[in-house]
């Protein structure tokens, strides 16, 4: 399959990165930055050597084959895509006194590019997943201030659950709850997953009852912490401090803290996700959103494999990974 093009000019970013720079910096290059599936992420790289990180929410940057829901911002679960998401995360996670990276210019007036813009501080060198393969002494301290920064993401409490941007300004959910929310998720991603592959297809029936029991056993709750949604150790960077700093971040929500910490599991071994470990988890809602999240790095990844995105073996590996673990989760029913 032929990939579309999908590279900013240095050209068409000159006039962004003399606005968020300065106008005695030249841009020289332009980099475009693998992983975002969403955005474009470009460094900008100045004659002075120095450098910054253009986000691009363009339609032409989204791998993403669109689908039903995607705009619905009263579903936790929709994608976080657009500026607006950008702008309600960095403001609540900065309130936390958590790192990320500075915000140099947002331009949703489409001065300088053709779609909204931000450009931010950039991080050159290795992200802390890299640093812990490498160094795990060396990357201690940063785990360290990570779990911290998780703990106080785990403190806040917010009047309802949802996307921040959403209950910011004062909006509510469509579901009535977190697991309900979750369950209606699973169901969609089961429905979409079995669409294209006859083994969860032929599994559909023990999986939606086993979805559902698992729902029911969970115990009412009202205590929406702050949630990532895709914290894995490649979305967080390392300043010169040794300060943990968070990227993509659209997709923060206020919810259950027991769905940032599955996926942390299944994103990484247990060494890695040792240091970051919380204390209290409820079982129920960690076994929900287990099988949750397994049908939804399933159902993801096939989605995404009907566009053209490029790195498609890693892609198919995901979601062949998780399919067999969801599988495994109904084997013996």
């Known amino acids: ?22 106008d ?11 992983g975002g599936s969403r955005k474009g992420v470009y460094r900008l790289l100045m004659g002075d050597a120095t450098t910054a990180i253009a986000y691009l929410w363009d339609g032409s940057e989204n791998y993403w084959p669109a689908a039903e829901g995607d705009d619905d911002l009263m579903d936790p679960f929709s994608p976080g895509v657009g500026l607006d998401l950008f702008e309600a995360a960095h ?3 900065d309130s936390l006194g958590l790192r990320m990276p500075q915000v140099y210019l947002v331009d949703r007036e489409r001065t300088h590019y053709r779609a909204d813009l931000a450009i931010v501080e950039d991080f050159p060198g290795e992200d802390l997943m890299d640093l812990f393969n490498r160094d795990p002494r060396a990357a201690e301290p940063t785990m360290a201030r990570l779990a911290d920064a998780l703990a106080a993401m785990r403190r806040h409490r917010a009047p309802s659950f949802g996307k921040v941007a959403l209950i910011d300004a004062g909006g509510t959910s469509r579901a009535t709850s977190c697991e309900k929310a979750a369950l209606d998720f699973a169901l969609r991603c089961l429905a979409e997953a079995a669409s294209r592959d006859r083994r969860i297809a032929d599994a559909r029936d023990r999986l939606e009852v086993r979805l559902r029991e698992l729902a029911a056993a969970v115990r ?21 401090d040794g300060n943990p700093v968070l990227i993509d971040i659209e997709d923060l929500m206020y919810f259950d803290v027991e769905w940032e910490h599955v996926f942390l599991r299944l994103r990484h071994p247990e060494g890695h996700y040792r240091p970051l470990a919380a204390e209290g988890l409820d079982e129920d809602r960690l076994a929900l ?15 995404l494999l009907d566009g053209d995105f490029p790195d498609r073996a890693f ?9 067999n673990e969801a599988l495994a989760l109904v084997s013996g029913v």
């Open 315 to 323: 892609m198919r590996g995901i979601a062949e990974h998780h399919l």
């Open 24 to 34: 005695g910096r030249r841009l020289e290059a332009v980099e475009r930055l693998a």
């Open 1 to 22: 399959m032929d990939v579309a093009p999908r590279k900013a000019t240095r050209e068409q970013l000159r006039g962004a990165a003399r606005a968020a720079l300065g």
């Open 289 to 303: 959103y287990t099988l949750t999240q397994r049908l939804s790095l399933t159902a993801g990844p096939l989605r």
């Open 220 to 240: 009412p709750r009202a205590e929406y912490s702050v949630v990532h949604g895709e914290l894995g150790l490649d979305h967080v960077l390392v300043d010169r």
């Open 91 to 93: 403001a609540r996670l």
